[in-house]
């Protein structure tokens, strides 16, 4: 079974903290994702990577940066955290290639709040 | 972009109804998937599915791709059934996009 396991569940943060969010893939993946979800907002992307050291912008971009220096693990970094990061974030994997995503197998999850 | 619209928003069933949840799309899709959010948070895969017909135990899914729609089929529902239900697709051209509906609200109460 693919398994994709996010560093923290639940994190509490300062405003103004950078923190990072680290999510790591046990099958040779070579595409990653960072999600967030939000009530009333749906799940929405912030940056995929389809290989190491590469990422592509989602449809949330602004506040995150990202990092994959190695194949099984993918970053995400908030700078200068904000209340508004507030969220739950879902990291994710798949095979996918030749203009198709693939399957995605998801994390559980990373609740964090900001204060 | 792709539009993906599920209904009904949010079914409540009794222990051992069936049910079937739909997911429409605006497009012609080469990815089409179901995922269950369970109560802790996490997306877990139920089907992937971009076209036909799959089965897995009490649940089973269809994929009318000329018609743009999917189904997911609950059968013999469980209280571990509850959750939300997500549907979420994706074509050639948006590559990396996989586009999420609102997703259905189910509770399966004893």
């Known amino acids: 079974d693919v398994k994709v396991t996010q560093s923290s569940r639940y994190l509490v943060k300062r405003t103004g903290e950078k923190v990072f969010l680290e999510c790591v893939q046990d099958?040779?993946?070579?595409?990653m994702f960072w999600y967030r979800q939000d009530p009333g907002l749906g799940l929405r992307l912030i940056y995929f990577s389809y290989d190491v050291k590469m990422k592509e912008k989602g449809d949330i971009p602004e506040g995150y940066s990202v990092s994959r220096e190695k194949k099984e693990r993918f970053s995400l970094i908030l700078e200068s955290a904000s209340t508004n990061q507030t969220s739950m974030y879902l990291c994710?994997?798949?095979?996918?290639?030749?203009?198709?995503?693939?399957?995605?197998?998801f994390g559980e999850g990373s609740r964090l709040t900001v204060l | 972009g792709i539009q993906v619209e599920q209904s009904p928003p949010d079914l409540i069933l009794q222990e051992g109804a069936n049910s079937t949840l739909r997911c429409n799309f605006s497009d012609s899709v080469n990815n089409l998937q179901w995922f269950h959010q369970n109560p802790w948070g996490q997306l877990i895969n139920l089907f992937y599915?971009?076209?036909g017909t799959k089965q897995n135990g009490r649940l089973s899914a269809t994929t009318v791709a000329t018609e743009r729609y999917s189904l997911l089929y609950i059968s013999s529902s469980q209280t571990t059934d509850s959750g939300v239900y997500f549907c979420a697709a994706s074509v050639t051209d948006s590559w990396g996009k996989l586009q999420f509906g609102a997703g259905t609200q189910v509770v399966v109460t004893p």
């Open positions: 099958m040779d993946h070579e595409n």
């Open positions: 599915i971009p076209s």
């Open positions: 994710a994997s798949s095979l996918g290639s030749g203009g198709n995503t693939g399957e995605l197998f």
